[in-house]
């Protein structure tokens, strides 16, 4: 049985079809309010302030357009014109932000149930907007007024009657910790029994039996109780030192999968209910048709085109995408995005995918937007058929910038532009000849975007097959709805699409996913345009699309960083909608906890400084044990071999003294790591030229009577390597900010990017694996190159340690 103002089914616009085809529907129950002139702006503030709103509340509610609009709306269905009471003003406002658009034919409804105080709670306000979510085709005001307890009153005797039986439930706890106990908790219990139960009155009653259960607060009630000590919040630090325990003193921080089981997004087959979303009167059945494919699985897709190298933004994109279908215990497609043939190659389809896996994610299935071809010819056709496509002859010239002229054949006969799609389809046009476009006008103003396009280019997969191929615009919708994603995740950008989305699924009536945008990850410092990477490489500032300055995921694996640190660091950002900036530090603090708990410990000069130790003892070299990872047994230990012949960094030896400086000098000794040893300089002996060639130093057991101010890193019988250390890749933050450099991000590059160096490490990490990592002590976490050799292993410096040099 219908009610009141709501219309009957067949009428609903949820029901019915566009008048104007390229007009995205959403079946509201209120026209399009202009309230820019200022009497309709008095007007509505009066409409607002009879509401209930305050004064300061009317002015912000004025700046959303929107959400003014249906308040008018509210405020005529309900005839008001003298001020509403409070409770009444709070449930209409509430009703109007929180009923989705696509279901405002409930309004007049809604509004008069809440007027006349049928619904007169927000509990039974929310059932009631479910309600009309869950029914909205076939509506039974009887079932409608027993699920959201319209007329039902709940005596005071019941209310005290629920609560003691709470209480009695819970009289030990609430014995044992008096005024301490949590009622949070119990006010849920007793709502269970009484959903419709004033919250005021049960609170009210709940204090009222606790305090006759306990009698007056004690002094020891009004003390707070102490932190337990597992709760004692410990200071971050900015970074553990070489020597430190590597184990985690604070909480781990939540995996991607994890922080994503706390985001609500719609539940699989409930596409209907979320903001935006467009019903048709196939919607129904074809959510049913959909649910009985999946079974109610999530399903994600992460859809990159293959013409290029993924980069740190794709990161968040995998980790989201791949994330959110692990943490529901669903799926998530791989899909190439390959429609453009001129610009795909085998090496980036096979880059991707190792990126993925690289990252730690399994695709469900590898599919390509090019397995769906000729579906998406058929619905093309279709589309023209229903006169919701046309071709057209505009030059691509003629259709860029932001007003370009509308289209001349427009309106052209549909046999007309059937024949002519037919003919793109069998080459009998050159490109840039005719483009197939659709009826209909995404948010940001673009008119009839294309959907079909000439290109006289082979393509990957389906050869010489092709010569029209699909646009964005047209196929990533319509793949989604083959796949039977349930959550298209994309970044925001894409939402000036998600109407169109929306509208195409709907016209060649197919089942409709739905779209979920976040914000987009920008990394300071650095460019991520495939262009301008190709611009670097040809210029020779980088060497690849995977040099270790760039912020590829390609070239991050190789400078070492582990797959788990992006993962995390990806898992901090959330998922908001807002576009974010990042210091590259962020990402390097990540990176720092993985590897100080994974990467173990070797000893490495970077700039070496030959000492020999004249009262050494004996021929032989002695074995020094090394733990892997300091604090953790469990990861074992190395030997390095101590001898006479000892090479230090050149930086920790001053020949002249200087004030705070705690390491090696002609006056001062130092300790060397691991090994119990403290040394001297006995003399300094130079080059022709009077440069330092090497030390004399003597050395004896560390004692209490000799203790050293700092202990150093040494090697002996080392062997030679070659360290390549990074620096930032551009000089400002934003280098494609004109503003900051006027001449081009090419302008702004930092010459001292990149410093190569010939080292000395120790012997244990002999036999290294390209990206295997260590951190070298003092100096920082460093991972093996695939420049490497067996002669010479080729490290790259990951990140510095972070920590104060001052002290050693």
């Not at 900051?740 to 001292?752: A, Q, S």
């Amino acid at each position: 049985m219908h009610h009141g103002g709501s219309p009957e089914p067949d009428s609903q616009s949820a029901g019915g079809r566009h008048s104007t085809p390229w007009r995205p529907r959403g079946g509201a129950a209120h026209p399009s309010h202009n309230i820019n002139t200022p009497a309709r702006v008095m007007e509505v503030t009066e409409k607002l302030s009879l509401l209930g709103l305050s004064e300061q509340k009317v002015k912000e509610t004025l700046k959303n357009e929107s959400l003014t609009a249906v308040l008018s709306s509210i405020a005529d269905q309900a005839g008001i014109s003298t001020p509403v009471n409070k409770s009444v003003g709070n449930l209409l406002y509430h009703l109007a932000t929180k009923l989705p658009k696509q279901f405002h034919s409930h309004l007049p409804l809604l509004v008069e149930y809440v007027s006349d105080g049928r619904l007169d709670q927000e509990a039974k306000l929310t059932a009631a907007i479910k309600f009309v979510q869950d029914h909205n085709k076939e509506f039974n005001r009887a079932e409608f007024e027993k699920k959201c307890g319209v007329g039902v009153v709940v005596t005071q005797d019941e209310i005290e009657s629920a609560v003691a039986q709470v209480i009695k439930k819970n009289k030990d706890a609430i014995v044992k910790q008096r005024y301490q106990f949590n009622t949070g908790p119990l006010m849920g219990q007793v709502r269970a029994s009484l959903p419709w139960a004033e919250s005021r009155k049960v609170k009210e009653e709940i204090d009222l039996q606790i305090l006759t259960l306990l009698g007056p607060k004690r002094e020891e009630d009004l003390v707070k109780p102490p932190k337990s000590k597992g709760e004692k919040k410990e200071k971050k630090a900015d970074a553990v030192p070489s020597n430190a325990p590597a184990e985690q003193t604070e909480k781990r921080p939540l995996s991607m999968a994890e922080f994503l089981k706390t985001v609500n997004f719609h539940v699989p087959g409930e596409n209907y209910k979320t903001d935006g979303y467009v019903i048709t009167d196939k919607t129904n059945d074809l959510l049913k048709e959909h649910l009985k494919t999946t079974g109610g699985q999530v399903r994600t897709r992460f859809p990159p085109e293959p013409n290029g190298i993924l980069h740190i933004g794709h990161a968040k994109a995998i980790n989201i995408n791949f994330g959110y279908a692990t943490a529901n215990n669903g799926v998530c497609f791989l899909r190439y995005d390959d429609t453009n043939p001129e610009k795909e190659e085998e090496k980036f389809f096979v880059g991707i995918r190792d990126m993925v896996e690289w990252l730690g994610y399994k695709p469900y299935k590898i599919t390509h937007s090019s397995d769906y071809f000729p579906q998406l010819y058929e619905w093309a056709v279709l589309l023209v058929k229903k006169g919701l496509a046309y071709v057209c002859h505009q030059k691509p010239e003629e259709l860029r910038g932001h007003d370009p002229p509308p289209s001349p054949w427009r309106d052209r006969p549909i046999h007309e532009s059937l024949q002519l799609f037919e003919d793109m389809k069998n080459g009998k046009f050159d490109e840039g000849e005719a483009t197939l476009r659709l009826k209909t006008i995404l948010e940001e103003g673009k008119v009839d975007p294309v959907a079909y396009r000439i290109k006289y280019v082979a393509h990957h997969c389906t050869g010489d097959q092709w010569c029209i191929y699909p646009t964005y615009d047209y196929t990533h919708c319509l793949c989604d709805s083959l796949e039977h994603i349930t959550h298209s995740l994309c970044t925001k950008e894409f939402q000036a699409r998600r109407s169109s989305y929306y509208w195409l699924c709907n016209a060649v009536e197919t089942y409709c996913p739905v779209q979920w945008e976040y914000g987009r990850l920008n990394m300071n410092y650095t460019v991520v345009s495939k262009r301008k990477i190709g611009k670097l490489i040809t210029e020779g500032f980088v060497r690849d699309w995977d040099d270790p300055r760039l912020f590829t995921l390609s070239a991050l694996r190789r400078r070492g960083f582990p797959a788990e640190a992006i993962n995390n660091f990806c898992a901090t950002l959330g998922l908001t909608g807002a576009q974010i900036s990042i210091h590259p530090e962020a990402l390097e603090a990540c990176v720092r906890d993985v590897l100080n708990l994974t990467a173990s410990r070797a000893m490495a000069v970077l700039e070496p400084l030959r000492a020999v130790i004249t009262n050494y003892p004996g021929d032989r070299p002695t074995t020094v044990t090394v733990p892997n990872i300091p604090g953790n047994e469990e990861k074992g230990t190395h030997t390095v071999s101590f001898f006479k012949e000892i090479w230090i960094e050149r930086s920790d030896f001053r020949e002249k003294e200087e004030k705070g400086y705690r390491r090696l000098m002609p006056q001062q000794s130092v300790g060397l790591r691991h090994c119990g040893q403290v040394i001297s300089v006995a003399e300094v002996v130079r080059t022709s030229s009077g440069e330092v060639d090497y030390l004399k130093v003597t050395c004896e057991p560390v004692s209490d009577a000799n203790k050293p101010k700092a202990f150093i890193h040494w090697v002996a019988q080392p062997l030679k390597c070659e360290v390549r250390l990074y620096e930032k890749l551009f000089r400002h933050e934003c280098p494609e900010d004109t503003s900051v450099v006027p001449g081009g991000f090419l302008t702004d590059i930092n010459t001292n990017s990149l410093t190569v160096l010939e080292s000395l490490v120790d012997s244990s990490v002999k036999g290294a694996k390209v990206f295997d990592k260590f951190q070298f002590e003092r100096t920082g976490f460093f991972s093996v190159d695939p420049d490497s050799s067996p002669d010479c292993l080729v490290f790259n410096r990951t990140v510095g340690l972070k920590e104060d040099k001052g002290k050693n």
